[in-house]
Nanobody, 117 residues
Framework: QVQLVESGGGSVQAGDSLRLSCAAS????????MGWFRQAPGKERELVAR???????YYADSVRGRFAISRAKVKYEVSLQMNNLKPEDTGVYYC???????????WGQGTQVTVSS
C-alpha cells in the first residue's frame, strides 16, 4: 500500500502561481509514475499531468505551457508548479500513483485550488 500526502493549494487571482507537492510513503517500490488529477464542480475528474520515472511526461492540453510536473531526485515526491492560473483551473487536485499496467492505484486526500478572475 502507498500513502500519498498532498500540500499546497489555496485561493489566488488569475495570473498568479501556485505549487502543489505530493509525498509518497509505504511500498513506493511499486510506483511506476505519479501524477495529478483535478475535479471541478459538476465535472469528471481529469488527468492534468503525469510523470513516469522513465522520464516520460504528460500534460493536458489545457495546462501545457503553464504547468510543470517535477520529481524530487532523492525521494518519492512530485510537485506541480502552476503558473498563469486561470479561473477554469479551479477544482480539487488529487495526487495519484500509477502501476506498470497503467492503472492509477492510490489517491491523496485532495487539495483545493480556487482561481478568481
Amino acid at each position: 500500500q502507498v500513502q500519498l500526502v498532498e500540500s499546497g493549494g489555496g485561493s489566488v487571482q488569475a495570473g498568479d502561481s501556485l505549487r502543489l507537492s505530493c509525498a509518497a510513503s509505504g511500498r513506493t517500490s511499486l510506483i511506476y509514475a505519479m501524477g495529478w488529477f483535478r475535479q471541478a464542480p459538476g465535472k469528471e475528474r481529469e488527468l492534468v499531468a503525469r510523470k513516469r520515472w522513465s522520464g516520460d511526461t504528460y500534460y493536458a492540453d489545457s495546462v501545457r505551457g503553464r504547468f510543470a510536473i517535477s520529481r524530487a531526485k532523492v525521494k518519492y515526491e512530485v510537485s506541480l508548479q502552476m503558473n498563469n492560473l486561470k479561473p477554469e483551473d479551479t477544482g480539487v487536485y488529487y495526487c495519484t500513483d500509477q502501476d506498470p499496467s497503467g492503472r492509477y492505484i492510490n489517491w491523496g486526500q485532495g487539495t483545493q485550488v480556487t482561481v478568481s478572475s
